[in-house]
């Protein structure tokens, strides 16, 4: 593995035996390594820059190593977001917002609640930090924080390696194959959410018939938002399962009608703090589920 792939992330496969893989799990949010370039940059300290990451999800994966493959980014999101489309839009130049803050849509509405956060944090890179403050030193010779040409290398050095590995690792796996995008989040009522791009990457059928399901013997309390406005029993989802409904990496891979079949799995890190062994637990015998119906017979 070359030193410049290592600084971007890295693969870890502790299976036994040659077989294609079921299960592949992405960990994009992982990563702590800001390369040089990008911090000259910076406007926010070091310090505070490596701090922001989905915490545990490096090494829930690992647990996992010997039922799946994993990829597990090593490049801070602050370099850039590999969870979100390498199409840089208008919102990703900072030109959505006017100037008494309104918003122009530019996800198709997959976000509930359109506040500032929400809208910076769907950029390719994130331009403010939470307390609104830029993440960059201001670019007065182009009049921006990033320029687009900035971005577009961004693209190409750390997002598009990623994506060309992501991709082979799903070419190379077994058909039907399930994709897990394992994040964590800080907050919220849940302590896990599974998305499946509101019924797009997966399909609601199989996620409210036999994913859900799974879980009801557990003590975890699961968020999901499906297709429409509201669950099978009439009620309305939550705004916190639709905000983690999935991002892009769901959304690109997941084509049931090529049997690739694609989660997001959110994971509150309180939860994760707080019941680690038992989050582990769940998960393991979940990612047991997955594989064993991507077998013949299965609802895969
Ligand atoms: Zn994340």
Redesign the pocket.
């Known amino acids: 593995m070359g030193k410049q792939r290592e600084e971007i992330f890295k693969i870890i496969d502790r299976r036994i035996g040659n077989k294609k893989p079921r299960i592949i799990i992405s960990v994009?949010?992982a990563g702590r390594t800001i390369p040089e370039d990008v911090k000259q940059r910076l406007a926010i300290p070091l310090e505070e820059a490596v701090t922001r990451y989905?915490e545990y999800t490096e090494e829930i994966a690992l647990e996992f190593a010997d039922l799946a493959v994993v990829q597990i980014a090593n490049i801070s999101k602050y370099a850039i977001n590999l969870?979100r489309s390498h199409v840089i839009d208008e919102l990703d130049l900072g030109v959505v917002f006017d100037p008494v803050g309104n918003y122009y849509p530019a996800n198709g509405g997959l976000t509930a609640t359109p506040t500032l956060e929400d809208r910076d944090n769907e950029r390719l890179v994130q331009l403010f930090t939470h307390e609104h403050t830029p993440v960059w030193q201001y670019d007065s010779k182009n009049h921006c924080y990033l320029t687009e040409k900035e971005i577009k290398s961004r693209i190409k050095r750390y997002h598009r390696p990623y994506h060309q590995s992501l991709q082979s690792l799903l070419e190379s796996a077994a058909n039907p194959v399930v994709l897990i995008d394992l994040?964590?989040m800080s907050k919220g009522p849940f302590d896990l959410i599974i998305g499946d791009g509101r019924g797009r990457s997966t399909g609601s059928s199989i996620c409210q018939n036999q994913l859900l399901p799974f879980f009801s013997e557990s003590n975890m309390l699961i968020g999901y938002a499906g297709y429409g406005r509201r669950d099978i029993r009439d009620m309305p989802y939550h705004h916190e399962a639709i905000r983690h409904s999935g991002g892009y990496i769901t959304l690109n891979y997941g084509n049931q009608d090529r049997g690739i079949y694609a989660i997001q799995i959110e994971l509150n890190r309180k939860t994760c703090q707080d019941n680690y062994g038992e989050v582990i637990d769940t998960l393991k015998e979940f990612i047991e589920f997955l594989s064993n119906n991507t077998k013949q017979g299965g609802f895969f």
């Open positions: 994009p949010h989905d969870n994040h964590s």
